[in-house]
């Protein structure tokens, strides 16, 4: 029996679709192994989304070939796509496939064995218009499942390199994601996470079916208990989904909407296609749809040109729109991209000051966040047991990390909890004893 080993950097996506490779090679007869022993085959699926990402691709890459030099060294993933030629160069890579036909990767191995040559299967990612379909039947970790539902991105914001290592928006048959949907329910899973790359694009490349379409035939698979969206563009929130979102039972009261900066100047550089203004227009409909809400965002700072004003104009939005909380990154070049190619790159001290002040900006808000829901109570997925006692660490549907006394059974069960005190990054509670509508009445 082949033995396989595997080591994904980067995102969720990354991740997924890291599962979806096992899949094929075990059904195919392979055994997993750890990425630090020994293994006859080695794939690395790497990211590029900035020049650190191919810099720890490649240590990866290195650090496999240095295990064990008889093994196949497969490396796939979105530096792949970008630069498979730097790749190939690394002596002892043999195999190279991009972001696209994973599927191939078994024959190619065994083409590898038979004629001891490197192969490079990366294709022009550009002409793909078709979702690769990867069955992902269950997951490691075993509360939430991640469900992939569309691959590529049409915006090409001036930062980002994506474009041109995932492809264009392309979605998902709707008939695939809610059979795969039907089958991580009957998995077990109670969660299901909608991911991509550019999630809330769902359904623009096809004829009268949208992301919201889909939110309202998820709603109906049974046994299934929270949608969680991963990432949504502000212009995607349309009226439509909105009103999904505040009709469904299962969608949760937590969006992840990118901002990357609260100065109109900056976005247009960036290339973003909205305006503060309409950033907010959309979140304060949200807040009205979904009291309670946790809106969340990622944001850039020191990207080229962001003056002082700039930088308190993004500070002073993010304070007032009152987000549960800040993905920070300081911009960092990335080669091939317009924006690496601006006059006025920011300098690193600059750029460090800046996060720092919107990291202390970030804990402030999710204290505030959380603070209005000290003493309710809310429903928590328990993910894992904490290091210290019978304490148990899971999310609530609004995504705050709630700490909790109780037995490893229920992990991946939902429970009601009540917070007895609220806090960043955990709030601390306790079960709270659910009594059945029969019983009530039993007791009346």
């Given at each position: 029996?082949?033995?396989?080993?595997?080591?994904?950097?980067?995102?969720?996506?990354?991740?997924?679709?890291?599962?979806?490779?096992?899949?094929?090679?075990?059904?195919?007869?392979?055994?997993?192994?750890?990425?630090?022993?020994?293994?006859?085959?080695?794939?690395?699926?790497?990211?590029?989304?900035?020049?650190?990402?191919?810099?720890?691709?490649?240590?990866?890459?290195?650090?496999?070939i240095?295990?064990?030099?008889?093994?196949?060294?497969c490396?796939t993933?979105?530096?792949?796509?970008?630069?498979?030629?730097?790749?190939?160069?690394?002596?002892?890579?043999?195999?190279?496939?991009?972001?696209?036909?994973?599927?191939?990767?078994?024959?190619?191995?065994?083409?590898?064995?038979?004629?001891?040559?490197?192969?490079?299967g990366?294709?022009?990612i550009?002409?793909?218009?078709?979702?690769?379909?990867?069955?992902?039947?269950?997951?490691?970790?075993?509360?939430?499942?991640?469900?992939?539902?569309?691959?590529?991105?049409?915006?090409?914001?001036?930062?980002?390199?994506?474009?041109?290592?995932?492809?264009?928006m392309?979605?998902?048959?709707?008939?695939?994601?809610?059979?795969?949907a039907?089958?991580?329910?009957?998995?077990?899973?109670?969660?299901?996470?909608?991911?991509?790359?550019?999630?809330g694009?769902?359904?623009?490349?096809?004829?009268?079916?949208s992301?919201?379409?889909?939110?309202?035939?998820?709603e109906?698979?049974?046994?299934?208990?929270?949608?969680?969206?991963?990432?949504?563009?502000?212009?995607?929130?349309?009226?439509?989904?909105?009103?999904?979102?505040?009709?469904?039972?299962k969608?949760?009261?937590?969006?992840?909407?990118p901002?990357?900066?609260?100065?109109?100047?900056?976005?247009?550089?960036?290339?973003?296609?909205?305006?503060t203004?309409?950033?907010?227009?959309?979140?304060e409909?949200?807040?009205?749809?979904?009291?309670?809400?946790?809106?969340?965002?990622?944001?850039?700072?020191?990207?080229?040109?962001?003056?002082?004003?700039e930088?308190?104009?993004?500070?002073?939005?993010?304070?007032?729109?009152k987000?549960?909380?800040?993905?920070?990154?300081?911009?960092?070049?990335?080669t091939?991209?317009?924006?690496?190619?601006?006059?006025?790159?920011?300098?690193?001290?600059?750029?460090?000051?800046?996060?720092?002040?919107?990291?202390?900006?970030?804990?402030?808000?999710?204290?505030?966040?959380?603070?209005?829901?000290?003493?309710?109570?809310?429903?928590?997925?328990?993910?894992?047991?904490?290091?210290?006692?019978?304490?148990?660490?899971?999310?609530?549907?609004?995504?705050?990390?709630?700490?909790?006394?109780?037995?490893?059974?229920?992990?991946?069960?939902?429970?009601k909890?009540?917070?007895?005190?609220?806090?960043?990054?955990?709030?601390?509670?306790?079960?709270?004893?659910?009594?059945?509508?029969?019983?009530?009445?039993?007791?009346?």
């Amino acid at each position: 029996m082949s033995s396989v080993a595997f080591h994904t950097l980067g995102c969720k996506v990354n991740h997924y679709e890291t599962e979806a490779i096992w899949q094929l090679f075990k059904k195919d007869g392979y055994e997993k192994v750890e990425f630090d022993q020994a293994s006859d085959v080695y794939v690395i699926n790497t990211c590029t989304v900035t020049n650190t990402g191919d810099k720890k691709s490649r240590q990866v890459i290195r650090r496999a070939i240095r295990k064990n030099p008889d093994a196949v060294i497969c490396v796939t993933g979105c530096y792949a796509q970008t630069s498979p030629a730097e790749i190939m160069a690394i002596p002892g890579v043999d195999i190279v496939v991009g972001t696209q036909d994973r599927h191939k990767m078994l024959g190619y191995i065994e083409q590898y064995r038979k004629e001891r040559e490197p192969i490079n299967g990366v294709g022009n990612i550009m002409k793909t218009r078709v979702y690769e379909e990867l069955d992902v039947p269950a997951f490691t970790d075993r509360t939430r499942a991640s469900l992939k539902i569309q691959e590529g991105c049409n915006n090409f914001c001036t930062f980002c390199i994506i474009p041109w290592a995932r492809g264009l928006m392309r979605s998902r048959k709707s008939e695939d994601v809610l059979q795969q949907a039907n089958q991580l329910v009957e998995a077990g899973y109670k969660e299901i996470v909608l991911t991509g790359i550019h999630t809330g694009g769902y359904g623009e490349d096809m004829k009268d079916y949208s992301l919201a379409d889909l939110l309202l035939e998820l709603e109906k698979v049974d046994g299934l208990k929270r949608i969680r969206i991963s990432s949504i563009e502000a212009s995607q929130i349309t009226d439509r989904v909105i009103e999904v979102i505040d009709r469904s039972e299962k969608i949760v009261r937590h969006l992840h909407v990118p901002l990357q900066s609260g100065s109109n100047t900056v976005l247009k550089r960036m290339r973003r296609k909205y305006t503060t203004q309409f950033f907010a227009e959309r979140v304060e409909r949200l807040h009205k749809a979904l009291p309670g809400l946790a809106v969340t965002t990622d944001v850039i700072v020191g990207f080229p040109g962001e003056t002082d004003e700039e930088f308190q104009e993004t500070f002073d939005f993010i304070r007032d729109l009152k987000f549960s909380e800040l993905h920070v990154f300081p911009y960092s070049k990335r080669t091939g991209t317009p924006a690496a190619r601006m006059d006025d790159q920011v300098e690193d001290k600059i750029k460090n000051d800046r996060v720092h002040r919107l990291i202390e900006l970030s804990n402030q808000l999710a204290k505030e966040y959380a603070s209005q829901f000290e003493d309710e109570v809310l429903e928590i997925i328990p993910e894992e047991k904490a290091s210290e006692g019978n304490i148990l660490i899971g999310y609530s549907d609004n995504y705050m990390k709630v700490k909790v006394e109780g037995d490893e059974s229920l992990i991946g069960e939902i429970v009601k909890v009540k917070i007895t005190k609220a806090g960043y990054p955990y709030n601390e509670g306790r079960f709270v004893r659910v009594v059945s509508d029969e019983a009530k009445k039993a007791i009346v």
